[in-house]
């Protein structure tokens, strides 16, 4: 990923918890460094994020930043284009393709996946960093590149050194500057001003209002775990912008992994800051009340069809009548809400 010049962090301080402001405060300590950074975390908690901020808050910034993961390539591929190659070193190299190493040239190369390349290749690299120099496939002589490398890593290298999969003397020349990212599950803080600040950013892209957020919405961002990070917390409000069909986010407007992952979760502290949420939830009462809101929220998208709004749900239209009536909603005419029978 090329970051346009106009790249700034405040772009990407967003979060409040005190790991994540540490993190950013010693981000721009070493920013001023050429030193080798390795950052670790698992897929998903914004490494490029932060190899970016490394790179834009440097004397490198008016030079080319370059991404690329080693996970994307074979063992056969690698070595070619991170060091490039010849005009007919192989078969289908018709002419000479400089390496990322040399496209970074007075830069920075973000090498992700660092855990993925192969230790034939490890040897390799490790000569580059050493000697600040490379040598294409094919070719005979050696280029000078004037890079500052930063790594990325889902796994711990050092316990992959002491399983032999990665080369000790490659980690320690990696390992200069170490930033440790933690998964979103451990900074639930984060969650409400990481989530006002997607929907802000993909409201203002699609030209429409910032919607209302329910607090049933609110709390289920807040309980839910969130394996895939970031990333993940970014597509599920995207998701929300391009679905929500009114002014008020409702859980129809929610992937249902979400939603039924947040009533599963009992780890979230009732006193964290994410919503006003009751002290004590009745599990029952809170997926009787998600069901027929995305009941209700199918039948007014599917303007009544009882067939459609199945199909919506990915249910059968008699198990939609089932529980229609488990859950007390009247039959709604086309184009209305299904409403809660009183009791």
């Not at 370059?66 to 390539?73: D, E, K, N, Q």
């Not at 775990?225 to 009114?246: D, H, S, Y």
């Amino acid at each position: 990923m090329r970051v346009p010049s106009q790249f700034s962090l405040d772009q990407v301080i967003v979060g409040q918890s005190s790991r994540m402001r540490a993190i950013f405060d010693f981000v721009k300590v070493v920013s001023k460094s050429d030193s080798s950074v390795i950052i670790t975390g698992e897929s998903g908690t914004g490494k490029e994020v932060i190899a970016n901020m490394l790179h834009y808050s440097s004397a490198r910034r008016h030079h080319p930043f370059v991404a690329v993961s080693c996970a994307l390539f074979s063992e056969t591929l690698i070595e070619t284009e991170l060091f490039g190659h010849e005009r007919g070193a192989f078969t289908g190299a018709i002419k000479d393709k400089p390496g990322r190493f040399e496209l970074a040239q007075g830069g920075t190369l973000f090498l992700d996946d660092i855990d993925d390349v192969p230790l034939s290749m490890q040897v390799k690299l490790l000569r580059a960093l050493q000697n600040r120099e490379v040598e294409r496939v094919g070719g005979t002589r050696t280029i000078p590149v004037n890079v500052r490398v930063i790594t990325g890593t889902k796994r711990d290298l050092r316990q992959m050194v002491l399983d032999g999969k990665f080369r000790e003397d490659l980690y320690y020349r990696l390992n200069v500057l170490p930033i440790v990212l933690p998964p979103l599950r451990e900074r639930r803080e984060d969650v409400p001003v990481l989530m006002d600040h997607f929907l802000r950013r993909f409201a203002r892209e699609k030209g429409i209002d910032v919607p209302e957020i329910s607090p049933v919405v609110r709390y289920a961002f807040g309980a839910y775990r969130w394996p895939g990070n970031v990333r993940e917390l970014e597509n599920a409000c995207e998701r929300i912008i391009q679905t929500c069909t009114c002014g008020t986010v409702r859980v129809g407007c929610m992937a249902a992994s979400v939603l039924f992952g947040a009533s599963e979760n009992q780890e979230v502290a009732p006193e964290l800051p994410l919503i006003s949420a009751p002290r004590s939830i009745s599990l029952d009462d809170r997926l009787k009340e998600v069901e027929s809101n995305l009941i209700g929220w199918a039948l007014k998208v599917a303007d009544g069809n009882k067939s459609k709004a199945a199909e919506l749900l990915n249910i059968k239209r008699s198990t939609l009548g089932d529980r229609i009536a488990r859950c007390g909603l009247m039959e709604s005419p086309a184009g209305e809400e299904a409403r809660a029978v009183p009791a």
